[in-house]
Every structure is written in structure tokens, then in C-alpha cells.
Antibody, heavy 119, light 110 residues
Framework: EVQLVQSGAEVKKPGESLKISCKGS????????IGWVRQMPGKGLEWMGI????????RYSPSFQGQVTISADKSISTAYLQWSSLKASDTAMYYC????????????WGQGTMVTVSS | QSALTQPASVSGSPGQSITISCTGT?????????VSWYQQHPGKAPKLMIY???KRPSGVSNRFSGSKSGNTASLTISGLQAEDEADYYC??????????FGGGTKLTVL
């Protein structure tokens, strides 16, 4: 079965760092792009960026460039989304999803990771 | 990159058809045939319903169809069923080689 399994919910304080993960299985991890999507509480979906684990080619939405870092470790079929200094406004559900090429839709989604940033 | 424009809500009775619009620009919806639609039930991850404007993934009911005219894409759901009640999001590839989502539409089945 093709699936993306994300790491569990996180509760952090402002200024702390965080790295959440997305592990792919059931398919060739290096043959698909992995993207990250933010959904703030009660709000819509926002495209953050994507990475091609095969060569680590990474692209960011202008809204998220410099705010987060997307990376991948193809040896363990896992992609990551990282913050160096969290803000309360980073509180959201974060989904990973895969697509075959940059022009393809996201066909498989992870279950989501809830990140709560509060003092 | 501005979000694509969708109506905040639509509604219909069981058995009826509804259409959700998604308006962008020539730099996204109008410029490419890479528009997709996602269904999201409360507390769940989004699910791909339509890709490349009008193609359905395996397993998606043929009651769901997509189309595009100019800078506006549309999702039509025919024979509405209670299980169709959800949020729907459009998404388009853009001239910046990124993707943009619409603001989402809440579908209520009366």
C-alpha cells in the first residue's frame, strides 16, 4: 500500500526549533516529489514548497521562502519540514503529499501533523 | 501569489447537481491545464478528486467532473449525496513553477 506517514503532534514554545517528518512507503520514494501544505485552524490550504528526494531539488512558495526549510533523507524514505525559531502564527496542521512531476496533482497525502506554538 | 477565488459556500439537495467555480489569472488557471480539485472532510486529510482539469483518479465517482474556460475552472457534482458534504479546494500550477490553492468552498447537502 502506498502511504505517507507523518510524525506526531507537537507542542512548542515561541522561539524553539522543530523538525517534523513524512515517511513514504509502498513506492519508489526517489521517483516522486514530496510537498508540504499548511492549514491554519479553520482556514484553507496553503502550498508551502516541494522537494525531489532523488537529488534534493527544492522549491518554495514566496510566502514561505526563508521561513521554513524542506529537506529529505532518501536512505530512509523520509522528508522533513523544519523551523529554526517558531512563532505563534506557525500553529497549524501540516500535511505532506506526493506528486510524480511538479505539474502533477498531489495524489497521496499524509495524515497531517498538528503543530501548536504557545507560551 | 494570490489564492484562487472560490465561493465560500454552496448548497444543494440530495440528487441535485452543484457547480463550484475557481477563478485565477492567465498566470495560473488560464495558462495551464494543471488544475486539480480536492475534497476534505472535517478532521481528515484532503483527497484528490480531479486532476489535469477534468481527469478522475481511479476510485473517484463519475458524479464528479471538472472543466475550464479561460481563467475559471469548475467542479460539478451531480446526483448529490449526503457523503459529498465537505470542503472543496481547487489548485493550479503557476508560471512561477509553484502551485496555488483556492480559498475553499464549504458544500452543504440540505
Amino acid at each position: 500500500e502506498v502511504q505517507l506517514v507523518q510524525s506526531g503532534a507537537e507542542v512548542k514554545k515561541p522561539g524553539e526549533s522543530l523538525k517534523i517528518s513524512c515517511k513514504g512507503s509502498g513506492y519508489s520514494f526517489t521517483g516522486y516529489w514530496i510537498g508540504w501544505v499548511r492549514q491554519m485552524p479553520g482556514k484553507g490550504l496553503e502550498w508551502m514548497g516541494i522537494i525531489y528526494p532523488g537529488d534534493s531539488d527544492t522549491r518554495y512558495s514566496p510566502s514561505f521562502q526563508g521561513q521554513v526549510t524542506i529537506s529529505a533523507d532518501k536512505s530512509i524514505s523520509t522528508a522533513y519540514l523544519q523551523w529554526s525559531s517558531l512563532k505563534a502564527s506557525d500553529t497549524a496542521m501540516y500535511y505532506c503529499a506526493r506528486h510524480r512531476t511538479t505539474r502533477d496533482a498531489f495524489d497521496i497525502w499524509g495524515q497531517g501533523t498538528m503543530v501548536t506554538v504557545s507560551s | 501569489q494570490s489564492a484562487l477565488t472560490q465561493p465560500a459556500s454552496v448548497s444543494g439537495s440530495p440528487g441535485q447537481s452543484i457547480t463550484i467555480s475557481c477563478t485565477g489569472t492567465s498566470s495560473d488557471v488560464g495558462g495551464y491545464n494543471y488544475v486539480s480539485w480536492y475534497q476534505q472532510h472535517p478532521g481528515k486529510a484532503p483527497k484528490l478528486m480531479i486532476y489535469d482539469v477534468s481527469k478522475r483518479p481511479s476510485g473517484v465517482s463519475n458524479r464528479f467532473s471538472g472543466s475550464k474556460s479561460g481563467n475559471t475552472a469548475s467542479l460539478t457534482i451531480s446526483g448529490l449525496q449526503a457523503e459529498d458534504e465537505a470542503d472543496y479546494y481547487c489548485s493550479s500550477y503557476t508560471s512561477s513553477s509553484t502551485w496555488v490553492f483556492g480559498g475553499g468552498t464549504k458544500l452543504t447537502v440540505l
